[in-house]
């Protein structure tokens, strides 16, 4: 320890993708992936749609207590 920064390792790369080739290639796991995505998607755009639906919903609340309660 000389008190020079050890440089950084470089990074392995995967044994297929040293080859050159793709690291998935079945057509099978590329299928469930994209099943895995579409669904994650769908479910951060429910959330995102109840999100709003709740804002709208405490606006309302407070729109009305400061119609109505001054």
Do not use: W
Not at 13 to 18: H, I, R
Not at 28 to 48: D, N, P, Q, T
């Amino acid at each position: 320890m000389n008190g020079q920064p050890t440089p950084p390792a470089e990074p392995v790369a995967a044994p297929a993708a040293q080859a050159g080739m793709s690291a998935v290639t079945d057509p099978e796991i590329v299928r469930i992936f994209h099943e895995e995505v579409r669904s994650a998607v769908s479910y951060e755009k429910g959330l995102a749609v109840k999100a709003l639906i709740a804002l709208a919903l405490v606006g309302i609340v407070v729109a009305m207590r400061m119609l109505f309660l001054g």
